[in-house]
């Protein structure tokens, strides 16, 4: 079955190290997104993807970095200049092409927790 | 950036129907309305999505007004699995591609009660 895989579900990380967080999809969808969601909170962007090799900065991309080597894959890397990292992070996947009606999937989340 | 307003909150009692209002007043012609939710510390879930007529599936229906400036998801028959966060998104269009950003409100917190 076709879909969007995070992992790890639940990560923990010393403060001043950087970690990466997973994200791969098999439904070949061009754009990729990553979110972070702090508890009671909407979701809000960090990074999407539009295309292989490109991405642009979302609402809050500071302290994070992505990268797009491959059309499945896009991981986020949370660095140590990332003052508040500990938070429930999404990734999303959308197919391009066509109209303008195609549905976002996402991931189960990932957990990071910043001890 | 076309964005939408919902109530932080709504209660709805089990069996009854659920109305969760939307406002997207800057909407422009090409974006659609979506709509998702998000049951505690999962990824959110697609509902439905509408440009202008009204649609309905097997999960809900969505009432667009005439002038698309607001919509009403409706959950007809309303069980406690449906108390999730419920998201209306507005598709943001970038540059000419067509799959633009996604961006969240608060969305409306809906507690199905017995």
């Known amino acids: 079955d076709g879909g969007i895989t995070q992992s790890p579900k639940y990560l923990f990380r010393k403060e001043g190290q950087n970690v990466t967080l997973s994200c791969e999809q098999n439904?070949?969808?061009?754009?990729m997104y990553w979110y972070r969601q702090d508890p009671g909170q909407g979701l809000r962007l960090i990074y999407y993807?539009?295309?292989?090799?490109?991405?642009q900065k979302g609402d809050i991309a500071e302290g994070y970095s992505v990268s797009r080597e491959k059309k499945e894959s896009f991981p986020l890397t949370v660095t140590s200049a990332q003052k508040n990292p500990t938070a429930f992070y999404l990734c999303?996947?959308?197919?391009?092409?066509?109209?303008?009606?195609?549905?976002?999937?996402f991931g189960q989340g990932t957990r990071l927790t910043v001890v | 950036d076309a964005k939408t307003t919902q109530p932080p909150s709504m209660d709805c009692a089990e069996g009854r129907a659920a109305n969760l209002p939307c406002n997207h007043s800057?909407?422009?012609?090409?974006?659609?309305v979506y709509w998702y939710r998000q049951i505690h510390s999962q990824g959110p879930q697609y509902i439905i999505h509408?440009?202008?007529n009204n649609e309905t599936n097997e999960m809900a229906s969505l009432i667009i007004t005439e002038d698309r400036k607001s919509s009403t998801l409706i959950l007809p028959h309303a069980t406690l699995r449906d108390t999730a966060v419920y998201y209306c998104?507005?598709?943001?269009?970038?540059?000419?591609?067509?799959?633009?950003?996604?961006?969240f409100g608060q969305g409306t917190t809906l507690q199905v009660k017995p």
């Open positions: 800057t909407i422009s012609g090409n974006e659609y």
């Open positions: 439904l070949n969808h061009d754009a």
């Open positions: 509408g440009l202008k």
């Open positions: 998104i507005v598709r943001d269009l970038h540059g000419s591609s067509n799959t633009g950003k996604l961006i």
């Open positions: 993807s539009q295309i292989v090799n490109d991405f």
């Open positions: 999303a996947s959308i197919r391009r092409g066509g109209a303008f009606n195609t549905e976002a999937f």
